[in-house]
């Protein structure tokens, strides 16, 4: 078997990703399992390294291991250049973790690295792993189409991942655990400065509008932003993404049925919508910010999600 590839973002989270990080690598000495470790050095390294990691010669199964947040999780996934032989397993550190949520990890190094080990035992008696669906957004103009875990969305959600990245609050507050009140502040404020536009969505069952839309996120799992269920019902494992979309509400409406999204209750709303395909085409009659997994991609007016189905091998049950 070769060594376990580790891919280490030790900035990610409120600071714990450093204690979380010496805790694991106490752990893999104490149970001597050979692994090496690549340090993240700068944004957007996580895909350079799960390139060249993949990329290794020979049939053997490559299992890489990330610790990181969803951020991490998405450059990984982004540079994974054959999912065939790639087993992910990820310990999360990350402030929103949703990725870890969704899937129900373990929140422990001590429980991540027990199931992890536990999966490779069981891949290397020929049995089989979970595999999940993973989605794929593209958009006028981009280079290469992105990979998202979690979620891709355009609009009021994509509009806070943007402004969070560069949010001093986000800093100030991260270091009282409070990194999720700065989303709370953004989406607020983004809510009643952002412009809507009016969307076409087009989906091999029909199309259907999307006036004054305030946003539309492409699900993949249940829940985005540090646990705000846009599609309760979305599942890794059924082929298939969960539009979730609020339009035609006026904003002020929208604020105060904020809550009804946060308590899965959306679905009773007017003007709230969930729709599940394989793929959905969304055209826009203005630009509109673009994320994928929380990473900002572009600002666009033409923009195509596609489910990949059971693309990732989990070293998860
Ligand atoms: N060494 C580094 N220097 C600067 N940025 C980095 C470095 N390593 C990773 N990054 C970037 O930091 C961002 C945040 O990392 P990550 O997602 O792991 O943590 P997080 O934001 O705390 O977690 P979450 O997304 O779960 O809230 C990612 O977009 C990643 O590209």
Redesign the pocket.
């Known amino acids: 078997m070769r060594k376990i590839q580790i891919i280490v ?6 600071g714990q ?1 450093h204690r979380v990080w010496n805790e694991t690598q106490y752990l893999l000495r104490g149970y001597k399992i050979k692994y090496a470790a690549y ?8 895909t350079k390294l799960a390139e060249r990691i993949s990329s290794m010669k020979g049939e053997e199964p490559v299992y890489l291991l990330v610790v ?8 990984v996934l982004n540079g994974i250049t054959d999912f065939e032989k790639v087993r992910l397993g990820v310990i ?8 870890g949520r969704n899937l129900n990890l373990p929140k422990t190094p001590k429980e991540s690295l027990k199931e992890i080990c536990a999966c490779i035992k069981k891949d290397q008696r020929g049995e089989e792993l979970l595999r999940i669906d993973l989605g794929q957004v593209s958009w006028e103009g981009c280079k290469k189409a992105r990979i998202f875990g979690i979620s891709s969305g355009l609009g009021l959600d994509a509009l806070v991942c943007k402004k969070a ?1 560069h949010s001093r609050l986000k800093q100030v507050l ?1 270091r009282f655990h409070l ?1 999720k009140l700065t989303y709370l502040a953004l989406t607020v404020q983004s809510l009643f400065t952002m412009e809507t536009a009016n969307g076409k969505v087009i989906t091999e069952h029909g199309g259907f509008i999307l006036p004054r839309m305030i946003f539309a996120a492409a699900m993949n799992l249940p829940a985005e932003g ?1 646990g705000v269920p846009m599609a309760p019902h979305a599942s890794p494992q059924d082929g298939r993404l969960s539009l979730s979309s609020a339009a035609g509400i006026a904003k002020w409406q929208t604020f105060f049925l904020l809550p009804f999204l946060v308590a899965a209750k959306q679905e009773r709303i007017n003007g709230f919508n969930i729709r599940d395909e394989k793929a959905f085409r969304l055209i826009l009659d203005k630009p509109m910010v673009l994320h994928a ?3 900002y991609c572009a600002n666009v007016t033409r923009v195509e999600f596609r489910c990949l189905e059971k693309k990732l091998w989990l070293l998860h049950e």
């Open positions: 973002n030790n900035g990610a989270g409120t990703a340090m993240t050095k700068y944004r957007g390294h996580a990181g947040g969803d951020g991490t999780i998405n450059e999360p550190t990350g402030s929103g973790n949703d990725f990245l991260n990194g540090g997994d929380g990473e």
